[in-house]
């Protein structure tokens, strides 16, 4: 009798393949780029293997794709049949070049459309937010004006020596669902890219059902964009700190009392003001932050403590100087110090001396002159330095969203979710054990395809967190964190390091297959339930979960 047995890894990838298979995202990508018959898989295929190696967390660069396959069951995360070799370097630059001629910002909308519409995500709020990814090495040079310029730039990386790419993207607040993304020169400024944003949603906002609402840092607020489409969107943005206004708004809400302004939360107190700007109305929030206030008491004490030090440099060289008279002395001292922000000269001492025309030791005769040096006491503006406090402590924000739409907590809670949302999703990009590696590739059509690839990933990675969260919510129950506390919003890397030894394990007797799924303990069974029918198919769970994953999501 002759035994043999295969093993194949199958760990947390059938959520993932699962959650592609039941988005139809293959399915709708093949639709738009048609297959080749010639090739063993269609680009929909290819960018789902892309999806599968990023969220895998292997650190592997697309040449190495079909190394990653080697020992998955791909059998089960796509169809039989399917071979690890099908996954070489030139089927997926093939298919990055396909994505490219189909206009990779255009078919990432698309798909996010859809599937935010069939997920039933509320795209109300949308953050809006950039950033940049450093590239290494020569880049081919394209004149086309869709493809983009692999250059240097401001890198938020604070790698200024690289090159780079700038990637834009909008997320939703429910999910952190990108539902935007679109690649940018290596030198496009935030300011620039917002402006063309805002006059492209202008339009889609106006033909949507229900109200949406943009929201981003302060590039977003600028006087061209405002007037080129933005004073046409309901907005909330942070106002710029050198916007002269920005500075009055805080001086006339730092006059009140902190009991008579509005609290939010245990660090925060806020002021509401009706404003007229740029040609539009608005209403500008000042936000008095707790947390600002600690930061700004460190960095005003650091600034007083460079300004005193300063100061007493000068003073010793002033002391160095002669005056003919008393005057003199007492203009160059204030000539010296009114510029100063943190100090006053309180208390000038004006010395008279003779200063003898021979040298050596003079005589009783000697002609001399009186020559005059002035020593001067400083003293700290403690209220200038408490002003500058609290103002620090301080920033607004502006909206143009009606009060009767969204309260003024509501504008303020909205501008801080962008954390959970754009700026989590870039960090996720940004993981050392994602993408990065795959970023070598030298064609600039290549590396829009891939970044539009990698916020594809975001997409499936966000869409697969929310269904978990959303089901744990409904059946009110938990899973067990790092060390064993029992949570009700795990987040989706914790749960794939939760399957991490899920195998599957084909024993070879005679002519005979037995196929098993070896590593599903009781935990990780349930887990897999929260997913739904297709995710536990590919686990040989094929049992109905007591509440499907459909009714939790649209109930």
Known sequence: ???????????????????????????????????????????????????????????????????FFENKALCLLFRPGMKAESFNR??????????????????????????????????????????????????????????IEITHGYSKDHRPDLKQAVLEIMCTHDGG???????????????????ERAKELADRFKAAEGPHYLIADSKLYDSETIAEGLGLIPFITRIPSSNKLENTTIASALQKPFKEWTLLDEKHHFQSFDVMHNNVQQRWIVVHSKERQYKAEKSVSAMCEKEREKIEKDLKKLYAEEFACPCDAQKALKRQFNKSKFYEVVESEIEEHKKFESKGRPKLDSPYKLIYRIRGITQERQAVKQQSIQQSS???????????????????????????????????????????????????????GLLMVMTLALLVYAIAQRRLHKVLEKLQETVPN??????????????????????????????????????????????????????????????????????????
């Not at 795209?123 to 004149?143: E, I, M, R, W």
């Not at 990108?178 to 917002?194: C, L, Y």
């Not at 005679?510 to 297709?534: C, D």
């Open 482 to 555: 790092q060390i064993r506390q029992e949570i009700s919003k795990p987040t989706l890397r914790w749960i794939f390091q939760l399957l991490d030894g899920i195998e599957l394990v084909k024993m070879h007797v005679e002519k005979t297959t037995h196929v098993v799924v070896s590593g599903l303990t009781a935990l990780r069974q349930r887990i897999l339930s929260y997913f739904g029918g297709t995710v536990m198919k590919i686990y040989g769970l094929d049992h109905e979960p007591a509440l499907t994953l459909r009714q939790c999501i649209l109930e």
């Open 394 to 448: 301080c920033f607004v924000l502006g909206s143009t969203i009606p009060k009767n739409e969204v309260d003024d907590a509501g504008i303020i809670m909205a501008y801080k979710n962008q954390n959970n949302t754009v700026e989590k999703g870039f960090r996720f990009l940004k993981d050392p054990l994602m993408f990065t590696s795959s970023l070598f590739v030298k064609k600039p059509e290549r590396i829009m």
């Open 1 to 67: 009798m002759t035994t043999h047995a295969e093993v194949e890894r199958l760990d947390h990838l059938g959520i993932i393949a699962g959650v592609i298979k039941d988005l139809n995202l293959v399915e709708f990508i093949d639709e738009r780029i048609p297959r080749d018959n010639r090739e063993e898989i269609s680009c929909g295929e290819a960018i789902a293997g892309m999806i599968l190696n990023g969220l895998g967390f292997s650190d592997r660069p697309l040449k190495l794709t079909p190394q």
């Open 90 to 147: 030139f089927k997926l630059g093939r298919a990055l070049d396909d994505c490219h001629a189909y206009g990779c910002d255009v078919l990432f909308a698309e798909a996010s459309a859809k599937i935010c519409k069939a997920e039933g995500v509320d795209t109300k709020f949308n953050s809006l937010d950039t950033t940049a990814f450093a590239l290494t090495g020569d880049y081919d040079v394209d004149s086309d004006e869709h493809t």
């Open 177 to 195: 669902i990108p539902v935007i993304s679109k690649a940018w020169n290596g030198n496009a400024s935030d300011t620039k890219i917002f402006r």
